[in-house]
């Protein structure tokens, strides 16, 4: 095996750029002793030490790359290149600097980086040479290089990797990082990173980027370094702003937890949608016609009327005791306090108030001898028939109160629902009332519609004690937002994440053909009519699959073209692979049987990678079942995440994650059971970054057939 001449000596570099690592993070954690606060130190000098502390955590978070890499790569420039760009920069995680501050590694995310990602034969971008590190830890391991200008003809090869116009950046660390045996989470890109993915990461951030990525082209993890990107370039005013990145479920959280961190970013906010919603509890999903009205823009308005149902005039008039008169707040007079709310107020809590200070008004005026409001106030308002007036008149509600009474009264959804939902649809969303709030459990599906009750009730009227906390009645939006599985959201879900967007700056990232759900959206025009448009919105599209092996993608092609015959299926760079199994079940008894076989021999194939068994629902229990009794060691994805080798998963929660080797049961079952079932049997066929097989008994789906 030749050994690079330079090996040595880029050794050594990255042996210094690691010492100048550690020197800046002892510096940092000194960072505590430049302000010493003593028993009698002043407030100011308290406030100082908790700002230097948080600000020391921060770096030293950035500096914590774990067994991650730090130096992957180099650019030499031409003489006299572009923007005054000259020398040799090397490429890594983070910045780093010596004593004397000069740089050391540059980040990726610095300008000076973007030939890194971007230069090609055509358009070099001012470089000569591209290097790519392989490396273990500290360990370089090996030197691939690319030339430019007068030397590009001796590596014209290397320049047509990709095939035509699509070139691949460091063909063999590339490949490399594709074959590693997958951990259960996601890794990052950022040493391999090709130009129509480094394209989308700097993309400017003012209004919504739409980016369509096929089975393996990154998509995913294109959107998160482009979270980090967005934080370096714009650190100010994001950080204070916040990055919120949302995904499809906590599956998936966990799957791609660890790929900011390792970007040195730690503080972007991860969630589902469900977690934007504090103060319930929620847990499962709604199926059929209760989740397509719940996703359906006419529950705004079902809400908006359902809130108004809840301000309503005295049915009799108000009659107080007071001393030796009664005092009296009549039906007319209470319609005229509740239209007049109604108008002065765009929101419900917020005019408790007003109704509060109109009734007691109205009381101290249907008196004898120019009685004090306050007084009258101060003596009645605790009086039972004056509380149930006013909850009557205008009660103060939460969003979990007010759809909880909602859903748990057939006659509330007739009247709110009046022209709006059919008995069938009413019918679907009723369920029993709980006797008590905190007992009640929402669903996934229920999320968009607190959000919307929230907005529509707004905060609740009260005296803020000191020391007290702030409520969660106020909205937090966030300066970027990225989407992943965009193309699965419901429009009254859309809704929800354009409210919480404070500039209409968003990163929608999906892939229309495995839109498989309730809401599953024919093209990203449907998707764009419920977001912001303050700017006009972009779009990109990532055409290179890089995870998947060509004859898997050309199995799942055969899918893609009754799925969504308008799209073209992600051009595989590897071509190479070993071609799906399909195993035909001689009974459904022996069906289980032979997904075990076949879930034994993936693992061994690519041991110590992972292999997940992609089941329908219906046959999640089963398959667990069976690898028990066969003493084949499993987790359950929607219990343990994939922290086994092997993972019994059911294609719900089975979109945007890879795997080394996958099993797909009964692909038939799969298509009946799933809303979007041809769209399902494609997301599952797409998981396998080495191998895949198939085992069923019942016919294969038309598309499956030779």
Not at 140 to 160: K, N, Q, S
Request: charged share 30%; aromatic share 4%; proline share 6%.
């Amino acid at each position: 095996m030749t050994v690079h001449p330079d090996l040595e000596a880029e050794q050594a570099y990255i042996d210094h750029a690691y010492e100048c690592l550690e020197a800046t993070r002892q510096a940092a954690s000194r960072m505590t002793t430049m302000v010493e606060v003593g028993r009698g130190g002043t407030e100011q000098a308290r406030f100082e030490r908790d700002v230097i502390w948080d600000t020391m955590v921060h770096r030293l978070a950035q500096l914590d790359l774990g067994e991650a890499a730090l130096c992957f790569g180099r650019i030499d420039f031409e003489p006299g290149a572009r923007n005054g760009d000259s020398g040799t920069y090397h490429i890594g995680r983070i910045a780093v600097a010596d004593a004397d501050q000069e740089p050391v590694i540059v980040d990726w995310r610095a300008p000076v980086a973007e030939p890194f990602y971007r230069a090609t034969g055509r358009e070099p971008m001012g470089l000569r040479r591209r290097r790519h590190f392989a490396t273990r830890g500290r360990k370089l391991l090996g030197i691939e290089d690319e030339l430019f200008g007068d030397a590009l003809d001796a590596l014209g090869l290397a320049e047509d990797r990709g095939g035509g116009e699509a070139r691949i950046s460091g063909y063999g660390a590339l490949i490399s990082a594709l074959e590693t045996a997958r951990t259960g989470r996601l890794s990052d890109i950022v040493a391999t990173i090709q130009g129509e993915q480094d394209e989308v990461i700097r993309a400017e951030m003012p209004g919504v980027l739409v980016v369509q990525g096929g089975p393996g082209t990154g998509k995913t993890v294109v959107a998160l370094h482009r979270a980090a990107y967005l934080l370096y370039t714009y650190r100010f005013p994001l950080e204070g702003q916040g990055v919120l990145v949302i995904g499809p479920n906590r599956l998936f959280l966990g799957y791609i937890e660890q790929v900011l961190p390792s970007l040195g970013e730690a503080g972007v906010e991860l969630a589902v949608l469900a977690d934007l919603v504090p103060d319930v509890r929620i847990n499962a999903y709604d199926t059929g016609v209760a989740a397509r009205v719940k996703g359906d823009l006419r529950a705004a308005t079902l809400l908006a009327r359902a809130i108004r149902d809840r301000e309503r005039p005295l049915r009799d008039d108000l009659i107080v005791p007071y001393g030796v008169q009664r005092l009296v707040l009549d039906r007319r007079t209470s319609r005229r306090i509740v239209d007049e709310a109604r108008r002065r107020y765009r929101r419900h809590n917020p005019a408790r108030r007003f109704v509060e200070a109109e009734v007691f008004a109205a009381l101290a005026a249907s008196g004898r001898g120019n009685l004090p409001v306050a007084e009258v106030r101060e003596r009645v308002r605790h009086e039972p028939r004056v509380r149930e007036a006013l909850e009557w008149m205008w009660p103060v509600l939460t969003p979990p109160q007010l759809l909880h009474d909602l859903f748990g009264s057939k006659a509330l959804l007739r009247s709110a629902g009046r022209g709006l939902l059919t008995d069938e649809e009413i019918d679907a969303l009723h369920r029993e009332r709980s006797d008590r709030i905190e007992h009640v459990v929402f669903t996934h599906d229920d999320a968009p519609l607190l959000d919307e009750a929230r907005e529509l009730l707004g905060p609740r009227p009260r005296r803020k004690r000191a020391g007290e906390a702030p409520t969660d009645d106020e909205i937090r939006t966030y300066g970027h937002i990225v989407v992943d599985e965009a193309q699965d959201l419901s429009p009254m879900q859309l809704r929800m994440l354009s409210r919480r967007s404070l500039n209409g700056s968003m990163t929608i990232v999906g892939d229309i053909a495995q839109a498989t759900g309730q809401w599953a959206h024919a093209s990203w025009d449907e998707v764009l009519e419920h977001l912001p448009a303050k700017h006009p919105a972009r779009r990109a599209e990532l055409t290179l699959g890089y995870r998947l092996p060509a004859p898997n993608m050309a199995l799942a092609a055969r899918v893609l073209r009754e799925a969504a015959p308008e799209l073209q299926p992600p051009r595989s760079i590897r071509e190479d692979g070993s071609p799906p199994r399909i195993i035909r079940s001689g009974s459904p008894a022996s069906l289980l049987g032979d997904v075990v076989d076949a879930t034994r021999e993936e693992l061994d194939a690519v041991d110590p990678g992972q292999v997940a068994v992609i089941c329908p629902s219906s046959l999640v229990e089963q398959v667990s079942d069976a690898l028990d009794a066969a003493g084949l060691e499993h987790g359950r994805a929607t219990r343990h995440g994939f922290d086994q080798q092997i993972t019994v998963v059911p294609v719900s929660l089975v979109k945007g994650l890879e795997l080394d080797a996958t099993v797909v049961v009964e692909p038939a079952a799969i298509v009946d059971e799933e809303a979007q079932g041809p769209r399902a049997l494609y997301v599952a066929l797409t998981r396998a970054t080495k191998r895949l097989a198939l085992v069923h008994h019942r016919a294969l789906p038309s598309t499956l057939r030779e």
